[in-house]
Nanobody
Framework: QVQLVESGGGLVQPGGSLTLSCAAS?????????MGWFRQAPGKEREFVAA????????NYANSLKGRFTVSRDNAKNTVYLQMNSLKPEDTAVYYC???????????????????WGQGTQVTVSS
């Protein structure tokens, strides 16, 4: 079982930056979980943002976000991060982190590949 708690969301102006954190607690080593970030805007389906392997060596991004968003992790702190730059109003959404029980790296881009989810944190990009 893994508990995930996101933080760092808020209101930011277009062009600004924000870093989200996801703190995990589990009975197994955090470094054995692939982690992902997803987002869901009002009236839209939840979509993949980024994923990172357990070691942190491998990352994968939604094509539309590559270059603006960066996923990273600190296994010593049981935390995964999402650095978001050059934010746009269309980035407004609830952002979720997720953990995959499978120790392998695919990369995990689908919602169904993740076993545990956080409660989400709201990011609003507006002037």
């Amino acid at each position: 079982q893994v508990q995930l708690v996101e933080s760092g969301g808020g209101l930011v102006q277009p062009g600004g930056s924000l870093t989200l954190s996801c703190a995990a607690s589990s009975g197994r080593s955090f470094g054995t979980y692939a982690m992902g970030w997803f987002r869901q805007a009002p009236g839209k389906e939840r979509e993949f943002v980024a994923a990172i392997s357990g070691s942190g060596i491998n990352t994968n991004y939604a094509n539309s976000l590559k270059g603006r968003f960066t996923v990273s992790r600190d296994n010593a702190k049981n935390t995964v991060y999402l650095q978001m730059n050059s934010l746009k109003p269309e980035d407004t959404a609830v952002y979720y982190c997720a953990a995959d029980n499978d120790r392998r790296w695919y990369p995990q881009r689908a919602i169904t590949e993740y076993d545990y989810w956080g409660q989400g944190t709201q990011v609003t990009v507006s002037s």
